[in-house]
C-alpha cells in the first residue's frame, strides 16, 4: 500500500460525502459519478486507461537520475546548488527531506501497478466491435507486461542482491488503497515477474522488424526485460536465451555513426527496444535533471566516466559535452527537434543484450569467454571510428571485467551503473577529482546499496518491515 493512496482515500470518502449532499439537493442522475464502473465501458476506455500506464513508468527517470547520483558515472557540477547533494554524499533516508531522490520510485511504481490493476479488472468485460476484439488480448498483454517490470523496478531499487528468502516488495494484483501488505519474498516476487511477462508474451502475435514499434510493449521487447530480469536473478543461461532471441529478431541492430549520435537528439530511434516518448516540453523535459535549459550543470559526468572513453570511441561526443577543459556536461539527452532537454527515454536498447550476453557468458557454471568476447567486439565495432583496441580478455574474470567497463561507457546515464555494481557485489569507487574523501568510497557490504522503503509508507502500513539500518 502506498501510504498517498490511503490519503487519497480519505479525500475521496470526504468527496463522496459532500458529493451525496448535492445529490439530495441537485437530485443529479447516476450518471453524473464517475468510478471504475463507468470510467471502462468501451475498448476506447481500455486504451486511454493503458496509456495512462506507460504514462507512469516515466518513473524511470528517477532510476536514471538515483543510479548517476550514487554510482560513479556522475558528480555535482559546477552550478550545483544542493540539486542531488546528499544522495551524491550517501547521506540519504527514509524521510522526504533527506531521502527525497530514492524514495520517489516507491510512490511512482506502485501508483504504475494499481493503475494497470484497475484497467487490467475491466479489460476482459469491456464491450468491443468485432474489428476492435483482437485488441483485448493485446492491450491485456501490454498491462501484464508493464505490471511485471513495474515490480521489478522496485526489486532491484528496494532489496538486496537476489536472494529467494530474502525480503522482496509487496506484490499487488488487485486495486484496493485501505491495503496494508507485509513484503513478499524476493522470490515470490520474481515468480510473479516471470509469470506476467510469460503470460503477456503467450497473448501477443509474432513481431518482425517490419511491425516492431518501440513504442509499446511486445514479444521482443518483452524479451530483452526477460533477459535483464534473467541477470538480476543470476540466471544466466535463460538471460543468455532471451538476449539471443532478441538479438536473432534483428528488429533494431546495431548501428554507428550519425546514426548512432541521431539517437539522441531524437532525429531517429535506431537500436531502441523500448522507449518513452515525451512530445513536447510540457511532458517533461528528462535532460533538465542534469543541466538545465538555461545551460546551468547540476549534475555533470564523472571525470573517471570521462576518462573510460577511449580514443576515436563516437560515444564521447555523443554522450559527453564540454563548456571548458574540466567542465563537462551531460550532452546524452540533451536537446531534440522538440525543445533543449526535451529527449525520449531510452529504457532498452539492443546494446544492452550484448552486454547482458557477455556478462552471463563470463558468470555461468560454465564460462564461454571467446562468446562474451565476441559480443564485446561486435559492439565495439559499431562504436569506434577506426578498429577498436584490442581487449585483453582471456579468462572468464577478464571477460566480466571487460564487460562492466564497456556497460560503464555504453549505458551511462540511462540507469544502470548502481544496480550493476550491486549485483555484482563490488563497491562504489570514486575519483578524487570527483568527491570529497568521505564520500568516494560505498563498500560493496554498506547498507546504502539498498534505498529505504518512504517513512510515509512505514507509518501508514504496520506490515511493513523497513530496510536494514533505515
Request: aromatic letters at 10%.
Amino acid at each position: 500500500m502506498i501510504m498517498k493512496y490511503k490519503k487519497y482515500s480519505i479525500i475521496l470518502a470526504a468527496a463522496i460525502l459532500v458529493l451525496s449532499s448535492c445529490k439530495k439537493q441537485l437530485d443529479l442522475q447516476p450518471t453524473d459519478s464517475f468510478s471504475d464502473a463507468n470510467a471502462f465501458l468501451t475498448m476506447e476506455d481500455i486504451q486511454f486507461g493503458v496509456n495512462g500506464a506507460y504514462g507512469r513508468y516515466r518513473t524511470y527517470s528517477n532510476d536514471m537520475y538515483t543510479n548517476a547520483l550514487t554510482s560513479d558515472e556522475g558528480k555535482l557540477g559546477l552550478d550545483n546548488a544542493g540539486q542531488g547533494a546528499l544522495t551524491y554524499r550517501f547521506q540519504y533516508g527514509s524521510d522526504p527531506t533527506t531521502g527525497g531522490d530514492v524514495v520517489a520510485a516507491w510512490g511512482g511504481y506502485y501508483a504504475m501497478i494499481d493503475q494497470i490493476n484497475r484497467v487490467l479488472a475491466k479489460v476482459g468485460t469491456v464491450t468491443a466491435t468485432a474489428a476492435q476484439e483482437p485488441r483485448r488480448n493485446i492491450l491485456k498483454a501490454q498491462l501484464l507486461a508493464l505490471r511485471g517490470i513495474a515490480h521489478f523496478e522496485l526489486l532491484q531499487t528496494y532489496c538486496k542482491r537476489y536472494s529467494a528468502s530474502e525480503k522482496g516488495v509487496p506484490i499487488m494484483l488487485t486495486s484496493n488503497v485501505l491495503s496494508i501488505p507485509p513484503r513478499n519474498t524476493m522470490g515470490q516476487v520474481m515468480t510473479q515477474i516471470e509469470t506476467d511477462l510469460a503470460d503477456a508474451k503467450a497473448l501477443l502475435p509474432a513481431i518482425t522488424a517490419a511491425n516492431f514499434s518501440d513504442t509499446v510493449m511486445n514479444k521482443v521487447n518483452i524479451a530483452a526485460y526477460q533477459a535483464r530480469i534473467a541477470l538480476f536473478k543470476e540466471d544466466f543461461n535463460n538471460a543468455i536465451t532471451y538476449a539471443s532471441e532478441v538479438i536473432t529478431a534483428n528488429v533494431k541492430p546495431l548501428v554507428t555513426g550519425a546514426a548512432f549520435s541521431g539517437i539522441w537528439t531524437d532525429a531517429n530511434n535506431n537500436e531502441t527496444l523500448f522507449r518513452l516518448r515525451y512530445a513536447t516540453s510540457a511532458d517533461g523535459t528528462l535532460g533538465a535533471l542534469w543541466t538545465t535549459t538555461g545551460g546551468q550543470i547540476y549534475i555533470a559526468p564523472s571525470d573517471k566516466l570521462v576518462a573510460a572513453f577511449e580514443p576515436n570511441d563516437i560515444r564521447k561526443a555523443a554522450y559527453i559535452g564540454t563548456l571548458s577543459p574540466g567542465n563537462n556536461y551531460v550532452n546524452k539527452f540533451f536537446t531534440s527537434s522538440r525543445g533543449g532537454r526535451v529527449v525520449d527515454i531510452k529504457a532498452c536498447r539492443i546494446s544492452e543484450m550484448y552486454l547482458i550476453r557477455a556478462e552471463a557468458q563470463a558468470r555461468k557454471a560454465s564460462p564461454n569467454v571467446p562468446a562474451g568476447l565476441a559480443d564485446l567486439i561486435t559492439l565495439r565495432t559499431q562504436r569506434f571510428s577506426t578498429a577498436p583496441p584490442a581487449l585483453a580478455v582471456t579468462t572468464p574474470a577478464e571477460l566480466l571485467t571487460a564487460t562492466l567497463r564497456e556497460k560503464f561507457v555504453e549505458l551511462c546515464f540511462e540507469g544502470f551503473r548502481f544496480f550493476d555494481l550491486k549485483r555484482n557485489g563490488l563497491p562504489v569507487q570514486r575519483l578524487a577529482s570527483d568527491a570529497n574523501a568521505a564520500w568516494q568510497t560505498l563498500d560493496a557490504a554498506n547498507y546504502r546499496f539498498v534505498y529505504p522503503i518512504p517513512r510515509d509508507e512505514t507509518d501508514a502500513n504496520p506490515n511493513m518491515a523497513q530496510n536494514d539500518s533505515y
